[in-house]
């Protein structure tokens, strides 16, 4: 069955520094999402991605987010400048459709785990 | 403002054993849209359903069903027989239906089933 795949499974940055997470959503899908967790918190959604565009952002995904699908198969989430509140659990998810009155799936990767010193 | 509540933390069961958890729900917004995730002890997230405020069906998938009540907006899930399989943090989460079908979910707290041999 296709898979969401994210690299790498563990990130260590130092604080200031960026990082770019790297998910492979499955190949038919079309919208493309960002959650993160805490650990121990609850999920927190970050973006999706639809039509080379943002579709919907939340009050997180703020000026130091950034998502690029840079070629066909690659959907980024760049953090330019880590603070120690950016350590979490990054997870990308891909759907073929948007949803609507018809239940889409979304299908979620193993996660990044960030860690910012 | 949305918010969701997940009343119960903790949930421990025997196998078996039928058990609900709980979401009840705050919303303004006359159209949106409920969701429910698992959250296994590896970590991962699944996606478990999505349904819209107009449809008040109940939904059953196997040992799973949804109990959707907008008159005391209530979104429950009901596993019946569970199995061992079935520990994990259970995650519901609301959204505004925003155009073409997208949505920015807000997530309860999670309720930890623990289901023992």
């Known amino acids: 069955e296709p898979e969401v795949t994210q690299t790498p499974s563990h990130q260590v940055t130092q604080m200031g520094q960026e990082v770019i997470l790297r998910c492979v959503p499955i190949?038919?899908?079309?919208?493309f999402y960002w959650y993160r967790q805490i650990l121990g918190q609850k999920v927190e959604f970050l973006v999706s991605?639809?039509?080379?565009?943002?579709?919907?952002k939340s009050e997180i995904f703020d000026d130091q987010f950034s998502v690029e699908r840079p070629d066909g198969s690659n959907f980024t989430l760049k953090i330019r400048s880590t603070k120690l509140e950016d350590s979490a659990m990054y997870f990308c998810?891909?759907?073929?459709?948007?949803?609507?009155?018809?239940?889409?799936?979304?299908?979620f990767g193993d996660g990044t785990r960030l860690s910012i010193l | 403002a949305q918010k969701v509540t997940q009343a119960q933390t903790e949930i421990s069961v025997v196998e078996k054993e039928d058990v609900t958890l709980d979401c009840v729900y705050e919303t303004r917004d006359t159209t949106y849209y409920l969701f429910w995730y698992k959250q296994p002890p590896s970590g991962e997230l699944v996606f478990l359903i999505r349904?819209?405020?107009?449809?008040?069906q109940n939904e059953i998938s196997g040992r799973y069903s949804w109990n959707f009540q907008k008159s005391t907006s209530s979104f429950n899930f009901t596993i019946t027989a569970s199995q061992v399989v079935d520990s994990a943090v259970y995650f519901c989460a609301l959204s505004e239906a925003l155009a073409g079908g997208s949505y920015i979910p807000t997530f309860g707290r999670g309720t930890s089933l623990i289901v023992h041999p």
């Open positions: 190949s038919n899908h079309l919208y």
């Open positions: 998810a891909s759907s073929e459709g948007s949803g609507g009155s018809s239940n889409q799936p979304q299908h």
């Open positions: 349904r819209n405020s107009f449809d008040e």
């Open positions: 991605f639809y039509n080379n565009e943002i579709s919907e």
